[in-house]
């Protein structure tokens, strides 16, 4: 398979992907567009170093990540925070509230969660990734990965269920 | 486990995918025995998919795949393996071009000028290399042929031939013409090379 064909076949199959999680980081389709051009130009550039296929997948999150983080201020850092500490305040949702909230909604409030805790979140509802993968892409201990997960998990449910704005049904 | 902890455990929980993690065994054995534990993580979970769904529902703009691909930069193939054999193949390419070098300059060596001075014959080389023609008898030819330009030489009693030139741009030839065939001495630089001898001349001396 020529070089060319390989890339565009790595371009459609995780392109969808790198969008959504550049989009979840950054609230903005232009810099989740860009974003993704980026990871992908970066790996026509260096790819070549990545021996093993099967973590190409992990490759692309990572470097997306890491171009996200070069373009913004790290602010707002949170203290990493057992899970203990915070699921006795786990608000419960309804199935329901997420069914009726459409992805721009999610999307905002989304943006509103700290960004350290975004990119995990993203991460673990992407389905994509195990923990250790998330873990490797955003350079964290698996720890506090899950901590970060399941403390923003609790945040986004809390503004999933405070929301009052109208909800549509996604098409 | 106690219904608290198998919730904090099973608030990462996400179906299929996390199956195989032995960290979330116990926590959904535990949910099998208790009604109100399997209820909450049914609703996690028809949540977590509700959520999911609307995120995977995101499409990128047209034409993004399509620009990614346009603007790929040109590649280049960094097969390392290839890399170094071309890095072999340079480095023991310049080695043999040095040597090759230096073994040409040894064979091809030019003698540096040095000033001798040289009692013999004078030549005309052209006759003297093609017929080996020279003496007394071919002076006349000889006498021409260097007048009208073919280089000259001088034959030393050892037998070493030299062309005689003069300084670089300035021909001697109708002074040596004189001299066709005559026994003289001449004074000059010594040049050699690929073991040619040529003499500068610089003085002549009839014996």
Not at chain 1, 24 to 33: F, I, K, R, V
Not at chain 2, 153 to 174: C, F, M, Q, W
Request: hydrophobic letters at 40%; proline letters at 4%; one cysteine or more.
């Amino acid at each position: 398979m020529s070089a060319d064909v390989e890339f565009e076949n790595l371009v459609k199959l995780y392109y969808r992907d790198l969008y959504r999680f550049g989009l979840s980081l950054t609230g903005s389709e232009a810099d989740a567009a860009d974003l993704t051009q980026q990871t992908f130009y970066i790996w026509a550039n260096k790819g070549y170093q990545l021996h093993k296929p099967a973590s190409v997948k992990g490759w692309l999150f990572t470097t997306l990540h890491r171009e996200f983080l070069k373009g913004c201020r790290r602010r707002n850092r949170f203290p990493s925070e057992s899970i203990d500490e915070h699921t006795q305040d786990l608000p419960s949702v309804p199935a329901d509230c997420a069914h009726q909230t459409d992805s721009q909604t999610l999307l905002r409030i989304l943006g509103e969660i700290a960004e350290d805790f975004r990119a995990p979140l993203v991460l673990y509802y992407m389905e994509d990734l195990s923990y250790k993968e998330i873990a490797d892409v955003l350079a964290l201990p698996l720890g506090t990965v899950q901590s970060r997960i399941a403390r923003a998990k609790i945040q986004l449910l809390r503004r999933l269920s405070e929301s009052n704005l109208p909800l549509e049904e996604a098409k | 486990m106690n219904t608290r902890e198998a919730k904090q455990i099973l608030l990462l929980y996400r179906g299929a995918i996390d199956d195989a993690d032995p960290q979330f065994r116990a926590a959904l054995d535990y949910a099998k025995s208790d009604p109100e534990l399997s209820q909450w993580l049914r609703e996690q979970s028809e949540c977590y998919d509700a959520i999911r769904t609307k995120l995977r529902a995101i499409e990128p703009p047209v034409g993004l795949s399509e620009k990614i691909v346009r603007r790929r930069p040109i590649p280049f193939a960094h097969d390392w393996s290839r890399i170094v054999q071309l890095a072999a193949a340079i480095f023991i390419s310049a080695s043999v071009t040095g040597l090759l070098l230096k073994w040409s300059e040894r064979r091809h060596h030019v003698a540096g000028p040095q000033e001798i001075v040289v009692t013999g014959e004078v030549l005309d080389m052209t006759c003297y290399i093609a017929s080996n023609l020279s003496g007394p008898d071919h002076a006349k030819c000889a006498r021409i042929c260097i007048r009208s330009g073919e280089p000259a030489g001088i034959k030393a009693r050892d037998g070493k031939v030299y062309l005689l030139t003069g300084e670089p741009g300035h021909s001697i030839n109708a002074e040596l013409a004189e001299y066709a065939a005559q026994v003289v001495t001449i004074k000059g630089k010594q040049s050699v090379r690929d073991g040619f001898a040529q003499l500068q001349v610089e003085e002549i001396r009839k014996l």
